[in-house]
Nanobody, 111 residues
Framework: VQLVESGGGMVQPGGSLRLSCAAS????????MNWVRQAPGKGPEWVSR????????YYTDSVKGRFTISRDNAKNTLYLQMDSLKPEDTALYYC?????WGQGTQVTVSS
């Protein structure tokens, strides 16, 4: 089983990034998927969840209206479109089923 995140980087406040998570070794389309982040010195924070078909999504209040989660089951890939980024979005972002976890991709928002 592998979950491999990519797309992180450094961006100025107000900028955008698109994270991807490539899944393999399990039936991706059968699992709800989540993005979880961990900022330096803080505990993990759930960010967003998407159901198996992609038609139902959930967000933590701090990212509503700025982040969009989506998935492509044909490509076994999860996405997180992040717009209007703020310094407080700086964190290591993980994709996870809560059984399987990726290694994370770093997002840094700084001027």
């Amino acid at each position: 089983v592998q979950l491999v995140e990519s797309g992180g980087g450094m961006v100025q406040p107000g900028g955008s990034l698109r994270l991807s998570c490539a899944a393999s070794g399990f039936t991706f389309s059968s699992y709800e998927m989540n993005w979880v982040r961990q900022a330096p010195g803080k505990g993990p924070e759930w960010v967003s969840r998407i159901n198996t078909g992609g038609g139902t999504t959930y967000y933590t209040d701090s990212v509503k209206g700025r982040f969009t989660i989506s998935r492509d089951n044909a490509k076994n890939t999860l996405y997180l479109q992040m717009d209007s980024l703020k310094p407080e979005d700086t964190a290591l972002y993980y994709c996870t089923t809560y059984v399987y976890w990726g290694q994370g991709t770093q997002v840094t928002v700084s001027s």
